[in-house]
C-alpha cells in the first residue's frame, strides 16, 4: 500500500506513484487536465450532451455499447467520472445525482437483509437517517462506535459485517479516524472500507492510498465548489465492485445529469488552488477563534492544540486540513441564536464547501434527524456551529465573525441585566 511521506513532500508534487500513470503530473496540474480526452482541433472544454438517447446501427443490437440511454451512461458523465478516478489514481468513478444517492447506491450494493453495518459515530445526519429509518426497514443491522480507536471497530464485528463507513474529518465535530488502521481490520475481516472524504477532496486525503476502498464524496461540496450543482461519486481501485454499482445505478436510476456533471468538472479545475486557500484561511480564522474570550471550544485539525493534531499531520497531504472549522460560543443557545442573527458577511445555509463563507447550526439543520442524545454524545450540541470557510478575505471574515460575538454577548448580558433589575 502506498504511503506518503508527508515531511518531505509537498500537495503540489505529490501522486508519483500511482500505478498507471506514464507520466505523473502534481495535483493542480491533473486537476486542471483530468478527465479530457481527443487530441488537435477538440474542444479545449468538454461540451454538455444532454441527450436522452444514442443513436445506433444494427450491427450494435445484441451487443454492449458504450452510451445507450443516459440513466445508464452518458458522455458528459464519463468525463466528469474520468476526472475524479485520475484525482485519486483510481480504476473507476461512479457518478450519482446527490451524495445521499452514491451512499445509498454502496448500500444496496452491499448489503442485503441480515447483513450489518458499522458506522462512525460522529458522521452526517443524512447518513444516520438513511441507515435507522430506511435501511433498519429491510433487515439491514447496524451499529456506531467510536471510530477513533480501530479496536471499537474490530469489536463491532460479526459474521455478516459487509461494510465499514466512516468520515474523516466527521461532519461537524472535525473528529479523525486512522484510515490506514481501521484498513487493516476490515481487510482482515473481509469487509470493505468506505471513507467519506467529503471535507478534504483527493487535493488533502486520498483514502484509498491509506487502505480504504471506496472513497465517498458529496460533489456538491468542496468539489463542485460553487453551490450550483447537486451530486455523489464512489471512487474505488475495484473494478468488480465498480461494475455492481453501475447496475445498481441503472437499476434504481440514481445517475448524475449531464449539466450538474459538466458544472462539477468545471470545478474540478480549480479545486487544488480553492481548497489550498480555503484551508490556509480556515487555519487563521480557527487561530484567531482560539483566542476569543467569548468562544469556549474550538475544532480544527489544523491547530497545534487540537487533540488528534499527529493522526491529522499523518494522513494529510501537505499540511493542508481543508476549509471547514467548528466552534462552540459561550452563553449557550439564546448567545449561538443572537450571533446567527448577527452575521452580515457570512451566509446562514445548510450548506458546506463553497467560494464563499457560510454558516451552519448543526442540532437545527443538518443534523436535525439524528436524536438528541445521539448527537450530544459525540460533541454536536446546540451551541456548536459550523463554518465552512471561503475565499474571502479572512480579515473579513474575522470582521464579520467578531462583530456578530459581540452582539450576542452584548444582548445576553442586557438581558441579565435586566431580569436582574426587574428581580429587585
Excluded at 339 to 344: A, N
Aim: proline share 4%; aromatic share 4%; glycine share 8%.
Amino acid at each position: 500500500m502506498a504511503r506518503h511521506d508527508h515531511h518531505s513532500v509537498s500537495s503540489t508534487d505529490i501522486n508519483t506513484r500511482d500505478a498507471g500513470n506514464v507520466t505523473p503530473l502534481a495535483l493542480a496540474t491533473r486537476a486542471l487536465r483530468a478527465g479530457r480526452q481527443g487530441g488537435r482541433g477538440d474542444a479545449l472544454v468538454g461540451g454538455i450532451v444532454q441527450s436522452t438517447t444514442f443513436l445506433q446501427d444494427g450491427d450494435d443490437v445484441g451487443s454492449p455499447v458504450e452510451f445507450a440511454y443516459s440513466r445508464c451512461s452518458n458522455p458528459t458523465v464519463s468525463e466528469l467520472e474520468r476526472a475524479l478516478a485520475e484525482l485519486e489514481g483510481a480504476e473507476d468513478c461512479v457518478t450519482f445525482s446527490t451524495g445521499l444517492g452514491a451512499e445509498t447506491a454502496l448500500m444496496l450494493t452491499l448489503l442485503s437483509a441480515g447483513d450489518h453495518v458499522i458506522l462512525g459515530s460522529a458522521i452526517y445526519g443524512g447518513t444516520t437517517r438513511l441507515v435507522q429509518q430506511v435501511l433498519s426497514r429491510f433487515g439491514v443491522e447496524h451499529t456506531f462506535v467510536d471510530a477513533r480507536d480501530a479496536e471499537n471497530v474490530q469489536r463491532a464485528l460479526q459474521p455478516r459485517t459487509k461494510l465499514v463507513f466512516i468520515e474523516s474529518p466527521a461532519n461537524p465535530t472535525l473528529v479523525l479516524t486512522d484510515i490506514e488502521a481501521v484498513a487493516k481490520v476490515t481487510r482482515a475481516a473481509g469487509a470493505i472500507l468506505a471513507v467519506d472524504n467529503t471535507f478534504l477532496t483527493p487535493i488533502v486525503q486520498r483514502p484509498l492510498d491509506l487502505g480504504a476502498d471506496v472513497s465517498v464524496y458529496s460533489t456538491t461540496k468542496h468539489i463542485e465548489g460553487h453551490s450550483t450543482a447537486l451530486g455523489g461519486a464512489l471512487v474505488t481501485r475495484n473494478t468488480e465492485l465498480a461494475d455492481k454499482l453501475r447496475f445498481i445505478r441503472k437499476s434504481t436510476g440514481g445517475i448524475q445529469s449531464p449539466l450538474n456533471a459538466w458544472l462539477t468538472t468545471r470545478g474540478i479545475r480549480t479545486l487544488a488552488l480553492r481548497i489550498r486557500e480555503q484551508s490556509r484561511n480556515a487555519l487563521r480564522i480557527a487561530r484567531w477563534l482560539s483566542t476569543h474570550d467569548d468562544v469556549a471550544k474550538v475544532h480544527y485539525p489544523g491547530l497545534e492544540r487540537f487533540p488528534q493534531r499527529a493522526l491529522a499531520l499523518k494522513q494529510h497531504i501537505g499540511d493542508l486540513h481543508g476549509g471547514v472549522v467548528s466552534f462552540e460560543l459561550r452563553g449557550g443557545v439564546p448567545a449561538g441564536r443572537e450571533f446567527l442573527r448577527s452575521l452580515e458577511l457570512c451566509s446562514l445555509v445548510e450548506h458546506v464547501g463553497s467560494v464563499e463563507t457560510l454558516v451552519t447550526h448543526p442540532a437545527t439543520m443538518t443534523h436535525g434527524d439524528v436524536p438528541r442524545h445521539q448527537r450530544e454524545a459525540v460533541g454536536i450540541t446546540d451551541g456548536l456551529v459550523r463554518l465552512s470557510v471561503g475565499l474571502e478575505d479572512p480579515v473579513d471574515v474575522i470582521s464579520d465573525l467578531d462583530q456578530a460575538i459581540t452582539r450576542a454577548h452584548a444582548k445576553k448580558a442586557a438581558e441579565r441585566e435586566l431580569a436582574a433589575a426587574l428581580a429587585k
